[in-house]
């Protein structure tokens, strides 16, 4: 198979673990034969500078036209003086809008040899930690009526349709199935009448996934599970506010930013791939940074868009086999070699080449 996939390396680091990102999939395609073509787009800082735009036409008409989009990350302090218009994170917001990414995924997942570094405590996490949590990313507080009345209120509206909640929750179950079949369904509908329809749906649409086991959670509970008892979660899907909220708590069990992955899916399969941390602006430019958020990207990427899942277990077997014996400095601890971001991309690629 080929596949067209849009780069959108962006400022800072960016580029960096793109291209260690790229030489991982290159070693991918001599394994399997799966053949990408890679076409480079301008986005965020790197974009403003060239076109004036953080987001050019081109790149939006590019990404259109591809099976699926790589993302490094975008922004830096040179650019936060300008309008909000035009400033990098105007052109990820517009990407993400031009392109419907009304679901967000984000992995959280321990590797077994970087148990230490969660902030977990070891027996929490002994059965290893595994979550997808699937935020509702269009619709919800963001994106309902907001205002003021006089001078002393102000006012927000979470508002869902049966459309909007079906359509995500579909996504959230068809992962579920090809994961450990279990999805957790976060709410507060003991309060709020949009959480009681959200509910409502999830449980109709749950006739089509009999193979998936439904529960469901009110937020406030999951916040303190997440915690106590993190192994219990498989999928987890909730709305856009809950979702920004629990993603974030969860990510930090897994103990360091450099490794968690993330993706935006639109209708059908396709998506934009991206690490969840940002340009780092303080290590850019000096080969130090942790690539393998943006290599997991990657490896999601053919999971859920290409549809190559045993190129994805490749790659996040390589992944943790590497780890057993190499480190960036994000990630480094006593008794492992520390290596920078290229040599970590050729780790990497020399494993899945063997
Ligand atoms: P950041 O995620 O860029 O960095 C936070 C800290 O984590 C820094 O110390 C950085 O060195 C470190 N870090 C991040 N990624 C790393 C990696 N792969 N390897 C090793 N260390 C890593 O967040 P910030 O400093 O708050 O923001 C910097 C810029 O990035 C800002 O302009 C911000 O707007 C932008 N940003 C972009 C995105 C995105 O593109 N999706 C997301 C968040 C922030």
Same mark, same amino acid.
């Given at each position: 198979?080929?596949?067209?996939?849009?780069?959108?390396?962006? =400022?800072?680091?960016?580029?960096?673990?793109?291209?260690? &990102?790229?030489?991982?999939?290159?070693? !991918?395609?001599?394994? /399997?034969?799966?053949?990408?073509? +890679?076409? =480079?787009?301008?986005?965020?800082?790197?974009?403003?500078?060239? %076109?004036?735009?953080?987001?050019?036409?081109? /790149?939006?008409?590019?990404?259109?036209?591809?099976?699926?989009?790589?993302?490094?990350?975008?922004?830096?302090?040179?650019? =936060?003086?300008?309008?909000?218009?035009?400033?990098?994170? *105007?052109?990820?917001?517009?990407?993400?809008?031009?392109?419907?990414?009304?679901?967000?995924?984000?992995?959280?997942?321990?590797?077994?040899?970087?148990?230490?570094?969660?902030?977990?405590?070891? $027996?929490?996490?002994?059965?290893?930690?595994?979550?997808?949590?699937?935020? $509702?990313?269009?619709?919800?507080?963001?994106?309902?009526?907001? @205002?003021?009345?006089?001078?002393?209120?102000? +006012?927000?509206?979470?508002?869902?349709?049966? +459309?909007?909640?079906?359509?995500?929750?579909?996504? *959230?179950?068809?992962?579920?199935?090809?994961?450990?079949?279990?999805?957790?369904?976060?709410?507060?509908?003991?309060?709020?009448?949009?959480?009681?329809?959200?509910? $409502?749906?999830?449980?109709? &649409?749950? &006739?089509?996934?009999?193979?998936?086991?439904?529960?469901?959670?009110? !937020?406030?509970?999951?916040?303190?599970?997440?915690?106590?008892?993190?192994?219990?979660?498989?999928?987890?899907? %909730?709305?856009?506010?809950?979702?920004?909220?629990? #993603? =974030?708590?969860?990510?930090?069990?897994?103990?360091?930013?450099?490794?968690?992955?993330?993706?935006?899916?639109?209708?059908?399969?396709? @998506?934009?791939?991206?690490?969840?941390?940002? #340009?780092?602006?303080?290590?850019?430019?000096?080969?130090?940074?942790?690539?393998?958020?943006?290599?997991?990207?990657? #490896?999601?990427?053919?999971?859920?868009?290409?549809? $190559?899942?045993?190129?994805?277990?490749?790659?996040?077997?390589?992944?943790?086999?590497?780890?057993?014996?190499?480190?960036?400095?994000?990630?480094?601890?006593?008794?492992? /070699?520390?290596? #920078?971001?290229?040599?970590?991309?050729?780790?990497?690629?020399?494993?899945?080449?063997?």
């Amino acid at each position: 198979m080929e596949y067209t996939i849009a780069v959108l390396k962006g =400022d800072g680091i960016g580029p960096e673990i793109v291209n260690e &990102t790229i030489k991982v999939l290159d070693a !991918v395609s001599e394994k /399997t034969g799966i053949q990408f073509e +890679f076409q =480079d787009y301008l986005l965020g800082g790197a974009a403003y500078d060239q %076109t004036g735009s953080p987001l050019p036409e081109e /790149t939006v008409a590019g990404c259109k036209n591809a099976d699926a989009v790589l993302l490094g990350a975008v922004g830096g302090e040179r650019w =936060d003086t300008l309008p909000a218009s035009l400033r990098p994170e *105007a052109g990820l917001l517009g990407i993400r809008k031009a392109l419907g990414l009304y679901a967000n995924l984000r992995h959280v997942k321990i590797f077994e040899p970087l148990r230490n570094s969660s902030p977990l405590k070891n $027996e929490l996490i002994a059965h290893g930690l595994d979550i997808m949590i699937v935020r $509702e990313l269009t619709g919800g507080i963001y994106f309902g009526k907001k @205002g003021r009345e006089g001078e002393d209120t102000a +006012f927000d509206t979470e508002r869902y349709s049966r +459309f909007e909640v079906e359509r995500i929750a579909r996504t *959230a179950f068809g992962l579920a199935q090809k994961r450990a079949k279990r999805l957790c369904s976060v709410d507060k509908a003991n309060v709020l009448e949009s959480s009681r329809l959200w509910r $409502e749906v999830v449980i109709e &649409t749950a &006739t089509d996934y009999p193979d998936v086991a439904l529960s469901h959670m009110y !937020v406030d509970n999951c916040a303190m599970q997440l915690i106590r008892n993190p192994g219990q979660f498989d999928v987890v899907v %909730t709305s856009n506010m809950f979702g920004d909220i629990l #993603s =974030d708590e969860a990510s930090m069990l897994s103990g360091s930013i450099g490794m968690l992955a993330s993706a935006s899916l639109a209708n059908g399969a396709f @998506g934009l791939y991206e690490p969840i941390h940002g #340009s780092a602006p303080d290590i850019a430019g000096q080969n130090k940074a942790n690539p393998l958020a943006t290599v997991l990207s990657a #490896s999601m990427m053919l999971r859920y868009s290409l549809g $190559e899942a045993v190129a994805a277990d490749l790659i996040d077997n390589a992944v943790e086999a590497v780890l057993k014996a190499f480190r960036t400095a994000d990630i480094y601890e006593e008794g492992f /070699t520390l290596v #920078s971001c290229s040599e970590m991309g050729d780790r990497v690629a020399a494993l899945l080449r063997a």
